[in-house]
């Protein structure tokens, strides 16, 4: 039977479970409410009536269950499935420890001709920071987002690459900014658990995919778009570095 015609059944049985419940309306109150207390009556064998009522009463209970649970199945299945995207570009997969995940990162930032769009939680490689500065010293737009709350911790590169032309934002809307995403020249998506840290390429156990595929792209895009709006500009001030104030005689 076709997915269809088990719809069509579904919604059939349950119309008909729901005229049955409708029905039990035409009684009374006074004797639906009798035949619902009368449940226990049924089981112990007394009042007959009452008993008579009961079963009634049950049965079109009976009857509306399973079109209800049927209306139930129709209402889910109908639901159309969500949409997935179709990828035919090629993926690569890299592995941590010592699996290469950090030289296929800098490998595609170096290849980059136009965009390198970035989400970081812990970003303490000097060779990832090395490649973004690189790129953007050819000429490539590179925009970093990287989790505020991260900034102190020991070797975080968010000083080093706002020194050498790359600012980032900062982002502390949600609980973590736990994303680990490159996504370059609007064609591919670097993604996986790996933190850009020495940790998580030589002591973690971690998983890194390469995609190559636009439509993929478009939509890591259009996220980094969402985070980057709630995002603050980053400061030295964030990592707690003391400007010198410069005073004029007045001042003293």
Same mark, same amino acid.
């Given at each position: 039977?076709?997915?269809?015609?088990?719809?069509?059944?579904?919604?059939?049985?349950?119309?008909?479970?729901?005229?049955?419940?409708?029905?039990?309306?035409? /009684?009374?109150? $006074? /004797?639906?409410?009798?035949?619902?207390?009368?449940?226990?009556?049924?089981?112990?064998?007394?009042?007959?009536?009452?008993?008579?009522?009961?079963?009634?009463?049950?049965?079109?209970?009976? $009857?509306?269950?399973?079109?209800?649970?049927?209306?139930?199945?129709?209402?889910?299945?109908?639901?159309?499935?969500?949409?997935?995207?179709?990828?035919?570009?090629?993926?690569?997969?890299?592995?941590?420890?010592?699996?290469?995940?950090?030289?296929?990162?800098?490998?595609?930032?170096?290849?980059?001709?136009?965009?390198?769009?970035?989400?970081?939680?812990?970003?303490?490689?000097?060779? $990832?920071?090395?490649?973004?500065?690189?790129?953007?010293?050819?000429?490539?737009?590179?925009?970093?987002?990287?989790?505020?709350?991260?900034?102190?911790?020991?070797?975080?590169?968010?000083?080093?690459?706002?020194?050498?032309?790359?600012?980032?934002?900062?982002?502390?809307?949600?609980?973590?900014?736990?994303?680990?995403?490159?996504? $370059?020249?609007?064609? /591919? /998506?670097?993604?996986?658990?790996?933190?850009?840290?020495?940790?998580?390429?030589?002591?973690?156990?971690?998983?890194?995919?390469?995609?190559?595929?636009?439509?993929?792209?478009?939509?890591?895009?259009?996220?980094?778009?969402?985070?980057?709006?709630?995002?603050?500009?980053?400061?030295?001030?964030?990592?707690?570095?003391?400007?010198?104030?410069?005073?004029?005689?007045?001042?003293?």
């Amino acid at each position: 039977m076709s997915d269809l015609r088990v719809g069509r059944f579904s919604l059939f049985l349950a119309l008909a479970g729901l005229v049955a419940v409708a029905a039990t309306f035409f /009684v009374p109150a $006074i /004797v639906v409410l009798c035949g619902v207390f009368s449940g226990v009556v049924l089981i112990t064998g007394g009042m007959s009536v009452r008993t008579r009522v009961a079963r009634i009463g049950l049965s079109l209970a009976l $009857i509306a269950l399973p079109g209800i649970a049927a209306l139930s199945y129709y209402k889910y299945e109908a639901v159309p499935p969500s949409r997935v995207i179709q990828g035919r570009g090629p993926v690569e997969v890299r592995f941590s420890p010592n699996g290469g995940c950090t030289e296929a990162i800098v490998a595609q930032i170096s290849g980059a001709k136009k965009s390198v769009l970035v989400q970081a939680y812990s970003f303490t490689s000097a060779p $990832i920071a090395q490649a973004l500065v690189a790129a953007h010293n050819r000429g490539v737009d590179v925009r970093v987002i990287l989790d505020q709350k991260r900034l102190n911790e020991d070797g975080n590169k968010a000083a080093f690459i706002y020194d050498n032309g790359v600012a980032p934002l900062t982002d502390k809307e949600n609980g973590d900014a736990h994303n680990k995403v490159l996504i $370059i020249d609007s064609s /591919v /998506v670097i993604t996986g658990s790996m933190n850009f840290s020495a940790k998580g390429e030589f002591r973690n156990a971690e998983n890194l995919l390469i995609l190559q595929e636009p439509s993929l792209a478009t939509k890591y895009t259009n996220n980094w778009n969402t985070h980057a709006r709630h995002s603050f500009p980053y400061t030295r001030m964030h990592q707690g570095v003391t400007v010198p104030a410069l005073l004029t005689p007045e001042d003293e």
